[in-house]
């Protein structure tokens, strides 16, 4: 059971918008920088956003982040087939002095 | 470029000991703030992290987990070890390593990873 609750899975048609919720508390999220990831299966997980809502180079700005209090949000707009993938957000929790991951968002586009 | 390659054995067998070696490349470990740490995600579940050194030997370790695994680094070869003991069925999972760009702690995230390795833990 993750510290970090994400819902098991969202969907969305192509072309529509999604937003993936992470939920902490203070000693993580509350406090620290979330990042969000992207995992085909077979492959490496891949960074999406950091800092809260910072994309590397690479991503669309297809891709944002953002974050309130203890809990973030990761949102896709113009969804693609190729989107299709599990989402993991990360953060650091300063009480237990750990990374945590999220349980994961598996997403579909219908 | 940053890549970053995971090898060790692919079957284990129950209570032996299990390392690990991430070879990388594009990036030293003794930079200032740089790290690398080791995840894992155990078939058809999510994500979990394990380990995480830093450029000045720093070591942070999964509370859960923190009795069995060791950590270490060899800048010269840049390569990053991790072991870890009592081997179980349940901890059959692909390991990855990846690479924690310059940022002040306690920001910690994996910007480049590797391939990952399977393993399998049978007798």
């Known amino acids: 059971q993750s510290m970090l609750t994400q819902p098991p899975s969202v969907s969305a048609a192509p072309g529509q918008k999604v937003t993936i919720s992470c939920s902490g508390s203070?000693?993580?999220?509350?406090?620290?920088?979330v990042s969000w990831y992207q995992h085909l299966p077979g492959t490496a997980p891949k960074l999406l956003i950091y800092d809260n809502n910072k994309r590397p180079s690479e991503i669309p700005d297809r891709f944002s982040g953002s974050k309130s209090g203890t809990s973030a949000n990761l949102g896709i707009t113009g969804l693609q087939t190729g989107d299709e993938a599990d989402y993991y957000c990360g953060t650091w929790d300063s009480r237990l002095s750990a990374v945590l991951f999220g349980g994961g968002t598996k997403l579909t586009v219908l | 470029q940053i890549t970053l390659k995971e090898s060790g054995p692919t079957l284990v067998k129950p209570t032996q000991t299990l390392t690990l070696t991430c070879t990388f490349s594009?990036?030293?470990?003794?930079?200032?703030?740089?790290?690398v740490g080791w995840i894992r995600q155990p078939p058809g579940k999510a994500l979990e992290w394990l380990a995480l050194i830093y450029w000045n030997d720093d070591k942070r370790y999964s509370p859960s987990l923190k009795s069995r695994l060791t950590i270490t680094k060899d800048t010269s070869k840049n390569q990053v070890v991790l072991t870890m003991t009592n081997m179980d069925p349940v901890d059959t999972a692909t390991y990855y390593c990846?690479?924690?760009?310059?940022?002040?702690?306690?920001?910690?995230?994996?910007?480049?990873w590797g391939q990952g390795i399977l393993v399998t833990v049978s007798s």
């Open positions: 990846a690479h924690r760009p310059r940022q002040l702690f306690p920001n910690n995230y994996f910007d480049y």
């Open positions: 594009g990036f030293s470990l003794s930079t200032f703030a740089v790290g």
């Open positions: 203070s000693s993580n999220i509350g406090n620290n920088y």
